[in-house]
């Protein structure tokens, strides 16, 4: 599928659940939002045929996402029906890592390829305070997992807060010379809880990568563009340390996702509300062909570019809702 602005959309991201076992402070409010309706969230069978048909579009990479998509049982069940289905290259998975441990092996053998691990601190302390109330050990028992189970790279992102977790750049940097991890510096983007965001909180990737520069030279890595992250290595590391803007330098005319939210509505753009309702379609008796053309509508439909240095952006549906 092509949208207006010739951009080739071939990456849905599907968030699977909006419930959560942490509650991390610039994602969601302590007391948490209130949760979609059993009876409102999307069924597997419904999420494996929307792929079904988006693949037939030529949709070939699938990310399953959430609030935390690990909660949700019988994810194993979905990523074995999304792996059979023709035409799909790629399935990923965004996670905060607390349930991973018992997880990692049964994912890759139900056939998912690769994972992200959400870490935003190196402190347990820390750890705790920012996700109000996770246990980083058991994080790090995910990752081993994970690593044993053969997913690989195991990306890490990180999202570098001003005055709260940018004292662990470096370390973070660090990690990558002995583990052959990704390590990904996410900028501080204006949705989730109000209180929480502002401009100077934001650290351009542009200044967290003079920080990394001051422990070593980044070397570029030549030939490795997918998605929205720029990638460099530290001389002689083993992994890679990627930088992600979507503030400082929003990647807009690379676009190639659409969101599926966990009760059925497409969302062309991550940073613009206006969501098309797959889901009511199909309890309507949506045929295949009619779900096609709402797809190609949502892609259609899709904004030339999120417009933030222009406009203040204000979040209607919290970012555990979305699928990050
Ligand atoms: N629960 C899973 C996790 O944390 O990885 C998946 C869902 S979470 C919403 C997906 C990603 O969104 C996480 O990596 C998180 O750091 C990121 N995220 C949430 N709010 C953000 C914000 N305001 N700015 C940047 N990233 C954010
Ligand atoms: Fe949950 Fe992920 Fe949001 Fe943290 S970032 S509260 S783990 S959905």
Redesign the pocket.
Known sequence: MKDRFNRKIDYLRVSITDR?N?R?I??MPAEGVRPIEHRDILRYEEMVRIVRIAAGYGITNVRL?????LVRKGLPTLIKAVREIDGIKSISL???GVLLKGYAHILSSSGLDRI???L?SLRPDRYREITRGGSIAEVWQGIEEAEKAGLNPIKI?V?PIKGFNDDEIIPFAQLTIEKPYHVRF???????PKDI?ERGKCIPCARIKSIVQGIGRLEPVKGKKAGPAVYYRLEGARGLIGFISPISNHFCSECNRIRLTADGKLRPCLFSDEEIDLKTAMQNGASDEDIGRILEGAVFSKPKGHGLDKRRFEVVRP??R???
Do not use: A, H, K
């Not at 996402?65 to 998509?69: C, S």
């Open positions: 959560c942490l991390c610039y994602c996402t959430g609030g935390e998509p965004t996670t905060n992200n691990i959400s935003d992102n999202v996410i900028e501080f983007m204006p949705i989730g965001w970012m555990s979305i699928g990050g």
